[in-house]
């Protein structure tokens, strides 16, 4: 079975551009989350979709938002590209109708802004 | 705000010997937890997790400790061997589909 992926591997963009990161959950599964990373630190929650619905957002500014698509894909979008913004941004999906839902990570997309 | 966070950013231990990584949290409504092992370059991997309803948890060469009474998770890791060297993170999760509360991680450094 296939785990999650995530598109492109590595993004480079400069400051102000917009930057869209792509993951494909497992398959079967309905919440997809995303993650940053920065560089030596742990993982800040981002974003969480279930079943096409933003469910909740950690705190991030508005230019981050995203989307899910009817086959449970998702999008990243980061507006108006900060340096502060390069980070490995990471993708994790679960089952959305289990109370103890295990996260399964993608190998992330390493986002460089110059 | 609340947070999970470790006592050790770093670790090193001898090849065979036993590892232990420990994690504080400060929320007692955490009812979820799951250690996650990130090697260089990769997405994080479920190692094992634990449900506040029990204390102890086994897998392989790996058990994962919950005390409630301090809110500290540990993660033992037997007879540690090279392929263990990685950053480990504790989270914890209090709402049903909610996200995870990820702390800083700890780098496990194996020696040979």
Same mark, same amino acid.
């Given at each position: 079975?296939?785990?999650?992926?995530? =598109?492109?591997?590595?993004?480079?963009?400069? +400051?102000?551009?917009?930057?869209?990161? +792509? $993951?494909?959950?497992?398959?079967?599964?309905t919440?997809v989350?995303?993650?940053?990373?920065?560089?030596?630190?742990?993982?800040?929650?981002?974003?969480?979709?279930?079943?096409?619905?933003?469910?909740?957002?950690?705190?991030?500014?508005?230019?981050?938002?995203? +989307?899910?698509?009817?086959?449970? =894909?998702?999008?990243?979008?980061?507006?108006?590209?900060?340096l502060?913004?390069?980070?490995?941004?990471? $993708?994790?999906? =679960?089952?959305?109708? &289990? +109370?103890?839902?295990?996260?399964f990570?993608?190998?992330?997309? &390493?986002?460089?802004?110059? | 705000?609340?947070?999970?966070?470790?006592?050790?950013?770093?670790?090193?231990?001898? !090849?065979?010997? *036993?590892?232990?990584?420990?994690? @504080?949290?400060? *929320?007692?409504?955490?009812?979820?937890?799951?250690?996650?092992?990130? !090697?260089?370059?990769?997405?994080?991997?479920?190692?094992? #997790?634990i449900?506040? *309803?029990? #204390?102890?948890?086994?897998?392989?060469?790996?058990?994962?400790?919950?005390?409630?009474?301090?809110?500290?998770?540990?993660?033992?890791? @037997?007879?540690?061997?090279?392929?263990?060297? @990685?950053?480990?993170?504790?989270?914890?999760?209090?709402?049903?589909?909610? *996200?995870?509360?990820?702390?800083?991680?700890?780098?496990?450094?194996?020696?040979?």
């Amino acid at each position: 079975e296939a785990g999650v992926t995530q =598109s492109p591997t590595h993004l480079n963009k400069t +400051r102000g551009q917009q930057a869209t990161l +792509r $993951c494909s959950p497992i398959s079967g599964h309905t919440s997809v989350y995303w993650y940053q990373q920065a560089l030596g630190l742990g993982l800040q929650f981002l974003l969480w979709y279930d079943e096409g619905e933003e469910r909740n957002r950690g705190n991030f500014p508005p230019r981050f938002s995203g +989307r899910q698509f009817p086959n449970y =894909s998702s999008e990243l979008n980061v507006n108006a590209l900060e340096l502060e913004d390069s980070a490995l941004y990471l $993708c994790a999906s =679960s089952l959305g109708d &289990r +109370r103890y839902n295990e996260q399964f990570f993608g190998p992330g997309t &390493r986002l460089t802004v110059l | 705000g609340e947070s999970v966070g470790l006592h050790l950013p770093t670790l090193s231990v001898q !090849e065979g010997d *036993n590892s232990i990584i420990n994690c @504080a949290y400060s *929320n007692s409504a955490s009812d979820y937890f799951i250690w996650y092992k990130q !090697e260089s370059g990769k997405g994080p991997q479920f190692i094992i #997790d634990i449900r506040s *309803n029990m #204390d102890k948890r086994q897998g392989q060469r790996v058990t994962v400790l919950l005390n409630k009474t301090v809110k500290h998770l540990s993660l033992q890791i @037997a007879a540690t061997q090279p392929g263990d060297s @990685a950053v480990y993170f504790c989270a914890e999760n209090r709402n049903y589909g909610q *996200n995870f509360v990820f702390g800083p991680g700890t780098r496990l450094s194996v020696l040979p």
